[in-house]
């Protein structure tokens, strides 16, 4: 059993003060959203009455519903395809060690590395043409291009650390390269996939700017955009703001409850191989 130290209270302050840091703009959050708009109190201080108006006025206003809608269609059909077609290049990525095989490890992690704001007036081109400006599959299309290098590169590292002996013996057992893959090796890849679709699903669920770009003059607008008409350049309603971002917070937090143990093990695996 170890004393207790003063090294250790000390530790114990900090870790103290730095909760408090990290939990001031949650309070401010939730505390404003519960505040009507001609509230006397202070940014810190609780609602001198609690409101709930808040809430029916950001959903019916910002159309939080189709918002939230066209979130989860982008959200869901992004990572479903950056799953499939991330982990179908991450197999022979990790599998063939042959030169081509490298240099094209190596190309998709310059993806990691270059901006995507670098191509932003190309891509918005390329949509135009397309015709695929005011839809969510100019974002969708988008997303798994953006999102790709890093996903592959995660795939990568998980696949590489497999033992080749479950695919050595659906071999033997007469199964083919693509059966061999989603019958013996998509089933073990589960705590990567977990990961991959979590930390994708963070990433465009709370995108701005592209929707923004993407989908601007259309009735079709994600969660963050739909917010952002609540801020005008001379009076802004935060109390709408706030209360539509506990409502959108929900999904995002409903999910990585789910799938918290999950990441973790992608995490701890990923970083093995």
Known sequence: ??????????????MIVVAAIFFIPLFVLISTAFKATNDPSGSLQLPANFTFVNFSNAWTEGHLGNALANSATVTVVSVILLIVLSSLAAYPLARVTKRWSKLAFAGFLI???LPFQLALIPLYQTMRDLHLLGTVWALILFYVG????????????????LPIEYE?????DGSGLFSTFW?????????????VAILNVITIWNDFLTPLLYLSGSGQQTVPVALFAFVGQYVSQWNLVFAGLI?????????????????IQGFASGLKG
């Open 1 to 14: 059993m170890e004393r207790y130290t003063w090294k250790t209270g000390i530790l114990e302050v900090v």
């Open 111 to 113: 993806g990691l590395l």
């Open 146 to 161: 953006l999102q790709m290098p890093f996903s592959i590169f995660l795939y990568t590292g998980f696949l590489r650390a």
């Open 168 to 172: 050595e013996a659906a071999a033997i």
């Open 183 to 195: 019958r013996v090796l998509f089933p073990l890849l589960r705590p990567i996939t977990g990961t």
């Open 247 to 263: 409502i959108s917070i929900f999904p995002i937090l409903l999910v990585y409850f789910l799938l918290q143990k999950t990441v």
